[in-house]
């Protein structure tokens, strides 16, 4: 993760490769560093942020790396990455009954307030005052119509979604690709991961893990997981983590 932030920070530093120019006042091109894509790069990190509250050590070597991550993914220029960080890190908070949740929720909302490049840009997105989110809510209807086309088997790796190469969505993926079908082989996977993750179940889940997972799935909110290989692995892999083993099932 630390390797990726410098690339993506050094990339946004030197101009970029002159590709993603997002407009609406951010001043920098977005960097998207070995990911090709700064929404990939944005939810990578945005996973690999939670990490770095449970790494062992002295804060002063947390802290620097935290600052390091947490500046490419601004450099990203990501809204979905920052707002799947943002949630990874409450969740890992609150769980961890951290005293300063409070606090940190308050600067990261007042931060947004600010007229600063960061808050324009996420407000033009959550307004849809901007062509990137406008689009996106196109291709989410889009998306829709063609699963109420063929709802019970989907439309496999090829639907017809245009200029768009997915749905931007996980859950849209899934009901897409594999229609109604695919939706209830997922039910029973999403129903455990929600009492893991937000229900009261009796067996602990690692924080760091569990945080990732959840920076994951709030960014699969607005963009795609599963077809995207790098964020695919990343997904089942922060899923196995979270997923107690049989032997902590046994009473």
Not at 12 to 28: E, H, N, T
Not at 149 to 166: K, Q, Y
């Amino acid at each position: 993760g630390t390797g990726l932030a410098l690339t993506v920070l050094a990339e946004v530093i030197a101009g970029g490769s002159g590709r993603f120019f997002p407009g609406m006042g951010w001043p920098w091109e977005r960097g998207a560093g070995t990911l090709g894509n700064p929404n990939v790069a944005g939810a990578y990190l945005a996973a690999v942020f939670p990490i770095l509250h449970a790494l062992p050590g002295p804060p002063w070597v947390r802290w620097p790396l935290g600052g390091i991550i947490l500046a490419a993914l601004i450099g990203t220029g990501s809204r979905g990455g920052w707002t799947a960080a943002f949630m990874g890190t409450v969740w890992f908070m609150r769980r961890q009954r951290s005293p300063y949740l409070p606090w940190v929720v308050t600067v990261v909302f007042l931060a947004l307030l600010l007229p600063s490049p960061v808050g324009r840009r996420f407000w033009a997105g959550f307004l849809l005052c901007d062509s990137t989110a406008k689009a996106r809510l196109t291709v989410w209807r889009e998306a829709m119509g063609l699963f109420l086309r063929r709802p019970s088997a989907g439309w496999g790796m090829a639907a017809p979604l245009g200029w768009a190469a997915h749905p931007h969505s996980l859950f849209l993926e899934i009901l897409l690709t594999g229609g109604l079908w695919a939706a209830a082989g997922f039910l029973p996977l999403g129903i455990r991961l929600a009492r893991l993750l937000f229900g009261r179940s009796a067996i602990r889940v690692e924080t760091a893990s569990g945080a990732s997972l959840v920076s994951l799935l709030v960014f699969g909110l607005g963009d795609a997981v599963l077809t995207t290989p790098v964020l695919a692995a990343l997904f089942w892999l922060t899923v196995g983590l979270v997923l107690p083993r049989r032997a902590e099932e046994e009473p």
